[in-house]
């Protein structure tokens, strides 16, 4: 099993970003996708999820109207489109697969810096 994440990088306040998350290893149109952050010094907190067949989202309140979660069952990917990028954005980004009985996959993250 493989979650790889990427598209983090340095961006200005107010800028986008668009990260991707690509699996590999499980039936990925059959698994609940998310995505997580951490920032320096603090838990990890939930970000947004999507349904399997794209059917249902949400999203933390921090972030609504500002991210966007989608997949593509083809590639086996998740994105998070991020616009409107705040200081408090910086974090390292996780991807989630969430499976049957519990069973849940990590990536191993993507680092995303908003900073003038």
């Known amino acids: 099993v493989q979650l790889v994440e990427s598209g983090g990088g340095l961006v200005q306040p107010g800028g986008s970003l668009r990260l991707s998350c690509v699996t590999s290893g499980f039936t990925f149109s059959n698994s609940g996708m998310s995505w997580y952050r951490q920032a320096p010094g603090k838990e990890r907190e939930w970000v947004a999820v999507?349904?399997?067949?794209?059917?249902?989202?949400n999203y933390a309140d921090s972030v609504k109207g500002r991210f966007t979660i989608s997949r593509d069952n083809v590639k086996n990917t998740v994105y998070l489109q991020m616009n409107s990028l705040k200081p408090e954005d910086t974090a390292v980004y996780f991807c989630?697969?969430?499976?049957?009985?519990?069973?849940?996959?990590w990536g191993k993250g993507t680092l995303v810096t908003v900073s003038s």
């Open positions: 989630k697969a969430s499976r049957r009985a519990g069973v849940a996959y």
């Open positions: 999507i349904g399997s067949n794209s059917d249902n989202t």
